[in-house]
């Protein structure tokens, strides 16, 4: 069969995200780090099943307990020893304050000859909440939803939300009763910055209340008295009892798609991983880069080619339609190649998720918007009301992987024949 480029495309998706499975980076971690007693076992985040299995394997009956808290269909399962509670993203619940509430009772009488085995992934900080004494779930999830809606990135929402939790930056570790804790962390955060990635629960915390309302105040977000007082109090500047490795990012997402890309017979170049630009600037600029190369000769590299990118991108609410910063930026992309033939750009979340939908991205060619058109769709229009869902379901451009078990940010990648 004649291979397409959107073929391709899908393979270099689906092997990049294979290469940062965090299955074997967990095992190998843990083997290195010799456990020889019994363990509490707690994994927060998107990929924070598949993390607790593997540890599970390596454990055994070293397990004392554990707790596993990950997003809503993200759990593939009991298992041995733990207790798995599913919670809300990006909008914490009621679930995401019992997970963590299982988590502070599983670890409430620890000493120092005791030893956590704490994994992290990205999407911890909705997913393990526990409010300062005086703040309010409705208030963390107030400020949280007003943070996402005016285009906050997520060192910023983090900011806030280390400062109004009793778990985050830093806190958990605190409430640990001074045991070892051996952190293994999935990064979905650009640059792999400790704190950040899940609000750091058991990292000390570089940013301040100075910083917390600095941002509320760039965003013109009013709060009342008792959040400012929370606001105020200080996270851990000091963690004393956590090691910290560090076990898959961003880097080894895009390395592993430009790796794909060459074997296909492209030439990859690697553009950024650390991409923080509002979704449908990025979009339209990656399909400027397509223009480029197609349309000049002397640029580099020349088709077949694979331009490749990384980070997170942010979206900033004007509308009230449906989708995700990878579809929003897949259908300012689709705009900028409509008519030009053997391209294709997309974007996804290496999670399988994007936004309040069903889909892990967009994938979109030259014929995008054509095919849009046909189905009565406007995708001017769709833009601008924050409405790619529904504009790349019409055109068959919807990329849906279901959750993939991992969460180090997202891809996007250009691909020109």
């Not at 993203?89 to 000493?111: C, F």
Request: hydrophobic share 40%; aromatic share 4%; net charge negative.
């Amino acid at each position: 069969m004649l291979r397409t480029i959107r073929l391709d495309a899908g393979t270099i998706l689906d092997e990049s995200i294979r290469a940062v499975l965090p299955g074997a980076a967990v095992k190998t971690a843990l083997r290195e780090h010799k456990i020889n007693q019994e363990v509490v076992l707690v994994a927060i985040g998107k990929a924070a099943w598949n993390m607790a299995k593997a540890a599970g394997e390596i454990l055994g009956s070293h397990i004392r307990g554990g707790v596993v808290v990950t997003k809503y269909g993200h759990s593939k399962g009991s298992l041995d020893r733990c207790e798995i509670i599913e919670a809300g993203h990006p909008i914490p619940d009621e679930q995401s304050v019992l997970g963590a509430t299982k988590v502070l009772e599983l670890v409430a009488g620890l000493t120092p000859d005791d030893q956590v085995i704490l994994l992290i992934s990205g999407g911890g900080s909705a997913l393990f909440e526990k409010p300062l004494e005086g703040v309010s779930l409705e208030d963390v999830m107030g400020i949280t939803n007003e943070l996402l809606s005016c285009g906050a990135d997520i060192l910023e929402i983090n900011t806030i939300r280390k400062h109004l939790s009793a778990v985050k930056g830093g806190r958990f570790a605190q409430q640990c009763g001074g045991a070892k804790i051996f952190s293994i962390v999935l990064s979905d955060v650009v640059g792999d910055k400790l704190d950040a990635i899940a609000s750091g629960p058991a990292y000390p915390d570089s940013t301040s209340s100075a910083d917390a309302f600095r941002i509320l105040q760039k965003y013109h977000i009013r709060i009342g008295d008792y959040l400012a007082e929370a606001l105020g109090k200080e996270t851990p500047k000091m963690v004393a009892n956590c090691e910290t490795v560090v076990t898959g990012s961003v880097t080894a997402l895009c390395e592993a798609a430009a790796m794909s890309a060459k074997h296909l017979g492209y030439t990859p170049l690697i553009l950024s991983t650390s991409i923080d630009y509002e979704a449908k600037e990025m979009g339209r600029l990656l399909a400027s880069k397509a223009k480029e190369i197609r349309g000049n000769g002397t640029t580099s590299p020349m088709p077949p080619s694979a331009i490749i990118a990384g980070g997170e991108t942010v979206v900033r609410l004007t509308g009230n339609g449906k989708g995700g910063r990878n579809q929003e930026l897949a259908l300012a992309a689709a705009l900028g190649i409509e008519g030009m033939e053997e391209v294709v750009i997309f974007s996804a979340g290496s999670d399988g998720t994007d936004g309040p939908t069903e889909a892990a991205g967009g994938m979109v060619d030259g014929q995008s918007i054509a095919r849009m058109r046909a189905n009565s769709i406007d995708p001017e229009g769709c833009l601008a009301n924050n409405d790619s869902f529904h504009a790349l379901k019409a055109s068959g451009d919807l990329v849906v992987t279901g959750p993939t078990g991992t969460n180090v940010n997202d891809l996007m990648v250009v691909l020109l024949r």
